[in-house]
């Protein structure tokens, strides 16, 4: 199995990104779809995931209001759509996957990654 993040990009604040995640390689349509981030000197956050079978999703705190996660099954892509960006959005945003029916915003569920997109919010 297979991901590539997409979409990343410099935005000033207040500013709107939408990032894809297109999957390949699923042997069964029942996994999970994570979105987290990574900005330098700091730890790996969790910050939303989707059921793709189920399209039940999750939310950290920090992006609730904000964010929103959906799921094109079809195409097999989940996008992450990020409205009222704020500065201490930027990071390397990365998704994940795992085999599953209900998803968990925490990394050590995923066992596979896509190489990650560059989000910057300029103040």
């Known amino acids: 199995a297979r991901l590539a993040e997409s979409g990343g990009g410099l935005v000033q604040a207040g500013g709107s990104l939408r990032l894809s995640c297109a999957a390949s390689?699923?042997?069964?349509?029942?996994?999970?779809i994570g979105w987290f981030r990574q900005a330098p000197g700091r730890e790996r956050e969790g910050v939303s995931c989707?059921?793709?079978?189920?399209?039940?999703?999750r939310y950290a705190d920090s992006v609730k209001g904000r964010f929103t996660i959906s799921s094109d099954r079809s195409n097999k892509t989940v996008f992450l759509v990020m409205n009222s960006l704020r500065p201490d959005d930027t990071a390397t945003y990365y998704c994940a996957a795992y085999y599953g029916m209900s998803c968990l915003v925490d990394y050590r569920q995923y066992g596979t990654w896509g190489q990650g997109t560059q989000v910057t919010v300029s103040s």
């Open positions: 989707i059921n793709v079978y189920t399209d039940t999703t």
């Open positions: 390689g699923f042997v069964s349509g029942r996994y999970n």
